[in-house]
């Protein structure tokens, strides 16, 4: 029971973090009405440095959730209407309202026992997706080589949770699987690839490398949208030839990156790092950074090491930044895809002292789930308790199958 509670109070944290919005007023969605997110005219004064480069320097933020895939209901509607943002936000106000939990001491209950006192909820944003194209908004197919990949991984994690009481439930954590008294053969096997699930752990704990990435405070990378991976803030930094930029995010794991602006090419092939090799450069007012040589233990919806990356970062006024960045994998998707944000700039003198995060909870929490594993083995082996692997260790968090905007 300590595992499955350290493994959904974990789950919980990364949540809270992609609902936490980064300013000092703490407010739920229905205290404050719906606000339009608006990109000044193409005609704005361009902000340059005393170098003369556009000036991208700050703390910057996205005001809004924004779902990244549109969903199902909203078809090819590219905008939310005000009405729809409204009722968003009024559903989701309820969701993440004062007292959210469920009956006391079940899973759902532990998932979401953090009350919102400690929360704050962003508005709809304006975009029904951040993916712009495709125009359905939505991810491009996989390959049939992905297919594959992603059903060996969905498959090995399936078989761990066999015999435990959530496939004989028919929970939605194990959706495609079926329920068996015997515990998996395959218990003692290697994942198909290297595992990096954050909300689809391995249902045991023999290795860090069984729970996921966030909980080995890994859960860091690019590309980063925000209310997706639980993103709160970047900070960019600017000197004559080169650029720094600061993510903030989730339980502590914000992670810096370096862009190399002197026109070098990529490192060769055989370098991989975990959040790629940036190489950027200026067109006109805007910063375009090439993305390669990530590793293969990073994965972004199935991609890894052939990912490639091309972003622009352009400032279109004093307060606001407009980011995109096209994605594409031919080993993974059928096609290359789009993603659009706008981030608008926060206060320099109110954050003018920033202290850098630590991954606490992922930290202590990661031993912990090493440690309860063992005992419950221990306990099992002297007759004291359940075989461990009829226990389901991996959960469920209802607030992300409930939210409309994921």
Not at 28 to 39: D, F, Y
Not at 192 to 211: K, V, W
Not at 309 to 317: C, D, P, Y
């Amino acid at each position: 029971m300590r595992t499955r509670l350290l493994n959904l109070i974990g789950a919980a944290a990364v949540i809270v973090s992609a609902v936490v919005f980064f300013k000092p007023a703490q407010v739920t969605v229905a205290q404050e009405s719906p606000a339009a997110s608006v990109t000044p005219p193409a005609s704005a004064p361009v902000l340059k440095t005393p170098w003369g480069e556009p000036d991208l320097q700050g703390i910057w933020t996205d005001e809004f959730d924004t779902p990244l895939q549109r969903p199902a209901e909203y078809a090819n509607q590219e905008f939310f209407t005000d009405a729809q943002r409204q009722q968003l936000d009024k559903q989701r106000a309820q969701l993440f309202g004062s007292d959210p939990r469920q009956e006391r001491g079940t899973a759902v209950d532990v998932g979401g026992a953090y009350n919102t006192a400690f929360l704050t909820i962003k508005h709809a944003g304006a975009r029904t997706s951040l993916i712009v194209d495709p125009p359905n908004g939505r991810i491009p197919p996989l390959t049939p080589e992905a297919q594959k990949a992603a059903a060996a991984d969905r498959g090995f994690r399936l078989a761990l949770l066999q015999s435990t009481e959530a496939c004989k439930n028919k929970e939605p954590v194990c959706a495609g699987g079926k329920y068996d008294p015997t515990p998996s053969p395959r218990f003692a096997e290697p994942p198909p690839r290297y595992h990096t699930g954050n909300f689809e752990r391995l249902n045991r704990s023999d290795g860090p490398e069984d729970d996921g990435l966030a909980d080995r405070c890994l859960h860091s990378g690019l590309p980063d949208f925000g209310s997706l991976f639980g993103g709160s803030f970047r900070q960019i930094v600017q000197t004559p030839g080169g650029i720094s930029m600061f993510y903030d995010l989730n339980q502590g794991q914000g992670w810096q990156r370096n862009i190399v602006m002197n026109g070098s090419p990529h490192l060769p092939a055989s370098i991989r790092q975990w959040f790629g090799d940036s190489r950027g450069h200026w067109e006109g007012n805007t910063l375009v950074v090439d993305v390669t040589n990530f590793s293969p233990k990073t994965d972004f919806f199935g991609s890894r090491e052939n990912m490639h990356l091309v972003e622009r970062w352009t400032r279109t006024g004093p307060k606001t930044l407009e980011y995109e960045v096209t994605i594409e994998d031919p080993t993974v998707w059928t096609r290359p895809w789009t993603v659009k944000q706008e981030f608008t700039k926060q206060s320099d003198e109110e954050n003018r002292i920033y202290y850098e995060p630590r991954c606490i909870e992922g930290n202590f929490g990661l031993p912990g789930l090493l440690h309860g594993r063992r005992m419950e083995e221990r306990a099992f082996a002297e007759g004291r308790g359940p075989d461990p692997r009829t226990i389901d260790n991996v959960g469920d968090v209802q607030s992300v199958r409930d939210d409309p905007l994921r």
